[in-house]
């Protein structure tokens, strides 16, 4: 009786895809090669196959703890990249339990893309999702602050690696000081791409300029609660962070979302009582430091 036909040897990119479905599954190398992704491959006319007919054992391991050793590494980097992502997170935390939650996280949310610039669009949310019970129902608590810290990062993170106005002619403030006499009801201002407006109930930006200062030994307390506006934005590829007063983030907010000038001004004098003078001493800061492309 003859002997059953050997498979006809696999193309490359189906030994490719099959690799990438088994190391990358959150469940782990056998979950990974019993996956419908990884048994897709074989969909060409050729059986499933199991890890031992595609990867030999060595002397010390077999198959499928070879390529355990595979997905470890790639859980490993990617862990790595978050990290470099939160790297004040990463600190506040301590390496082992952000290694915990980046990894939890990573099984929530695999990595999909082809870049991994997205990678940590989510933590935030799933830092938030997963968070222990509230101490308080009135005050935020320690796991509030973690969670602002880890959407402040991604912010800063954002505004880096986004769009920006490097090469956007400088606007002239004195288009706005030109245009502030006609009806501001009508007036609307270009809003720069790499600004962002931030708010939280902790002091997360005095945090990380105070975490970046320290020295790698010295030990980081978390602030008490105190609400805080930031604008962030990015000046000539470097990064920088402005307090804002909340009247003054109130009116920002109100541009950002596309209302006039003199909405965004009644936005403001609702949060608070604020002077003439103080609201043309914001135009003129935000234009100086180059939150306006234009007047539309």
Same mark, same amino acid.
């Given at each position: 009786?003859?002997?059953?036909?050997?498979?006809?040897?696999?193309?490359?990119?189906?030994?490719?895809?099959?690799?990438?479905?088994?190391?990358?599954?959150?469940?782990?190398?056998?979950?990974?090669?019993?996956?419908?992704?990884?048994?897709?491959?074989?969909?060409?006319?050729?059986?499933?196959?199991?890890?031992?007919?595609?990867?030999?054992?060595? =002397?010390?391991?077999?198959?499928? /703890? +070879?390529? @355990?050793?595979?997905? $470890? &590494?790639?859980? !490993?980097?990617?862990?790595?990249?978050?990290?470099?992502?939160?790297?004040?997170?990463?600190?506040?935390?301590?390496?082992?339990?952000?290694?915990?939650?980046?990894?939890?996280?990573?099984?929530?949310?695999?990595?999909?893309?082809?870049?991994?610039?997205?990678?940590?669009?989510?933590?935030?949310?799933?830092?938030?999702?997963?968070?222990?019970?509230?101490?308080?129902?009135?005050?935020?608590?320690?796991?509030?602050?973690?969670?602002?810290?880890?959407?402040?990062?991604?912010?800063?993170?954002?505004?880096?690696?986004?769009?920006?106005?490097?090469?956007?002619?400088?606007?002239?403030?004195?288009?706005?000081?030109?245009?502030?006499?006609?009806?501001?009801?009508?007036?609307?201002?270009?809003?720069?791409?790499?600004?962002?407006?931030?708010?939280?109930?902790?002091?997360? =930006?005095?945090?990380?300029?105070? /975490? +970046?200062? @320290?020295?790698?030994? $010295? &030990?980081?307390? !978390?602030?008490?609660?105190?609400?805080?506006?930031?604008?962030?934005?990015?000046?000539?590829?470097?990064?920088?962070?402005?307090?804002?007063?909340?009247?003054?983030?109130?009116?920002?907010?109100?541009?950002?979302?596309?209302?006039?000038?003199?909405?965004?001004?009644?936005?403001?004098?609702?949060?608070?009582?604020?002077?003439?003078?103080?609201?043309?001493?914001?135009?003129?800061?935000?234009?100086?430091?180059?939150?306006?492309?234009?007047?539309?």
């Amino acid at each position: 009786m003859s002997s059953p036909a050997p498979h006809a040897p696999l193309e490359l990119s189906l030994v490719q895809r099959w690799f990438q479905a088994v190391i990358t599954h959150p469940g782990g190398v056998a979950a990974g090669a019993a996956s419908a992704a990884a048994q897709e491959c074989f969909s060409h006319g050729q059986a499933s196959q199991a890890v031992g007919s595609l990867v030999t054992d060595s =002397s010390k391991l077999d198959a499928e /703890a +070879r390529l @355990a050793v595979y997905a $470890d &590494a790639y859980y !490993a980097r990617l862990v790595e990249c978050l990290g470099d992502v939160f790297p004040v997170l990463k600190r506040t935390l301590g390496e082992e339990v952000f290694h915990d939650f980046a990894f939890d996280y990573l099984q929530a949310y695999p990595s999909r893309r082809y870049t991994l610039n997205v990678l940590g669009t989510h933590f935030a949310e799933f830092l938030s999702t997963n968070r222990p019970p509230r101490e308080s129902e009135t005050t935020p608590d320690w796991a509030d602050f973690i969670i602002d810290l880890a959407r402040f990062e991604w912010v800063i993170y954002e505004v880096f690696d986004g769009p920006g106005t490097e090469d956007v002619p400088s606007f002239n403030a004195t288009q706005l000081t030109a245009r502030s006499a006609e009806d501001p009801g009508k007036l609307r201002l270009q809003i720069a791409p790499c600004l962002r407006l931030f708010r939280a109930d902790f002091p997360v =930006s005095d945090f990380f300029t105070a /975490a +970046r200062k @320290a020295a790698p030994d $010295d &030990a980081l307390e !978390a602030p008490n609660p105190s609400p805080t506006f930031v604008a962030i934005s990015r000046t000539d590829y470097v990064v920088r962070r402005h307090p804002l007063q909340p009247a003054e983030h109130a009116a920002l907010a109100a541009l950002v979302g596309g209302a006039t000038v003199g909405d965004a001004i009644i936005r403001a004098l609702a949060a608070e009582s604020v002077a003439p003078e103080q609201i043309e001493a914001w135009f003129a800061r935000w234009a100086r430091e180059g939150f306006f492309t234009g007047v539309g």
